[in-house]
């Protein structure tokens, strides 16, 4: 009999923001925010209380082809990282796009790319490239910046590497305002970045080697 440890269901964080931002649409955000990663918590918890049941019942079919014990492994990790990624896509929107609040962000991207331009203009020609999240984040395993694109939640991340910079780009992020024109809905998202939680989160990391 496997031991079920007491789950306490993940609560939704609100939007740490309130001013409206340039370009996407109050509408955009609040359909963004309260459905689709609303509805990533609520699912997430559904999927961890049958986890929860299925070990209490010691039923659990451990079958690589298909079991339901496999199905719901793959989606806890899809679900989850959809709450996570857009926690922190959620959290670096609401500012001033202003570099200057990211002083030592601002040191190690120019280290590695030239200029924090050069940092940003390669960002977004990966996130014009990417299907889902295009992420910057600290590689824990080589102490350096890592730029990383997923086209699923579940799908292009790295084990021990931390985010620093999410971007949605999935369409339901921006077909609403700007149709089809990613492009122009990436250079508005750096006009909406808030640097200093940016620099907030590097600061976390950056000593972190594993």
């Known amino acids: 009999m496997f031991y079920v440890p007491c789950f306490m269901p993940y609560s939704p964080k609100p939007l740490p923001f309130s001013k409206p931002l340039t370009g996407i649409s109050d509408k955009t955000v609040q359909i963004h925010h309260d459905k689709l990663y609303v509805g ?34 793959d989606a806890e990790t899809f679900a989850i990282n959809g709450v996570y990624l857009h926690e922190w896509y959620f959290d670096v929107l609401g500012g001033k796009g202003a570099t200057e609040e990211a002083p030592e962000l601002s040191k190690a991207m120019i280290e590695k790319w030239g200029s924090v331009e050069n940092g940003i203009k390669w960002f977004s020609e990966c996130a014009m490239a990417s299907r889902g999240w295009s992420v910057l984040a600290w590689d824990s395993k080589i102490g350096a910046l890592r730029h990383y694109n997923g086209d699923a939640h579940n799908q292009g991340g790295v084990w021990g590497c931390l985010p620093i910079i999410v971007l949605d780009v999935y369409e339901h992020a921006y077909f609403m305002d700007y149709g089809s024109d990613r492009k122009k809905y990436i250079e508005d998202f750096w006009h909406n970045f808030d640097w200093s939680k940016a620099e907030e989160m590097y600061l976390k990391v950056k000593d972190i080697q594993l």
């Open 40 to 73: 990533y918590v609520n699912k997430s918890n559904e999927i961890l209380e049958k986890l929860k049941a299925l070990r209490a019942a010691n039923k659990a079919e451990g079958n690589a082809t298909y079991s339901e014990l496999r199905a719901l492994k």
